[in-house]
């Protein structure tokens, strides 16, 4: 086709309303965006999440809030979303602003004592991510990503031991400031006279 014909049908197909025909672009295709994840609901029941190289596991047992005033800033009451989870068999939380971005905590009564204030818990975890970030400190550095995995029953939680007593040495019995009668007395039973001592 020579270029005079091909400008002659260019001419016709923008005179006819159709639009001139393109190549396909070369390359990948632009990615998709995935479709919004909606919210983990596991009601009563805890949420599983894990993930990491060393397969790290938790489960999401509560969900909870925090709010007290500080009092350099009367007005504005700070607040954090709370976890209770399930660590290899030992309670914890997981805390932060929102639930996007949490810090390892220790127990809740722990937490609690921390800032003074007690935790509002829901009586369902719903409303959970689809993917925890678990971040240090400082909020800077994703310590993890733990991505929801079902809904069950958590393990049991270890009860902590009491503690126990220290031990104590027994007493040994403390001598008698006056020395006993026959104290004065000779191994061999005979008494000695009296001023024989000074």
Do not use: H
Request: a positive charge; one cysteine or more; charged letters at 20%.
């Amino acid at each position: 086709m020579t270029a005079l014909a091909r400008a002659l049908a260019l001419s016709l197909a923008v005179a006819a309303g159709a639009a001139p025909a393109r190549s396909a672009p070369v390359g990948p295709a632009p990615a998709r965006s995935a479709p919004d994840t909606p919210p983990v609901a596991c009601g009563t029941q805890a949420a599983e999440y894990s993930g990491g190289a060393k397969g790290f596991r938790l489960w999401v047992t509560r969900r909870g809030a925090m709010t007290w005033t500080n009092p350099l800033r009367p007005l504005s009451p700070e607040s954090l979303q709370v976890l209770q989870v399930v660590i290899r068999g030992k309670a914890a939380t997981a805390y932060g602003p929102d639930l996007s971005r949490l810090q390892r905590g220790g127990p809740p009564a722990a937490l609690e004592a921390l800032n003074g204030t007690a935790i509002r818990w829901t009586d369902a975890a719903d409303g959970l991510p689809p993917v925890l970030r678990i971040v240090d400190d400082e909020g800077a550095k994703v310590l993890a990503e733990l991505a929801f995995q079902a809904c069950g029953d958590a393990p049991k939680v270890a009860e902590a031991k009491p503690a126990q007593k220290p031990r104590t040495a027994k007493a040994k019995p403390r001598p008698s400031p006056d020395p006993p009668a026959d104290a004065t007395r000779t191994p061999s039973g005979l008494t000695l006279p009296q001023g024989a001592i000074p």
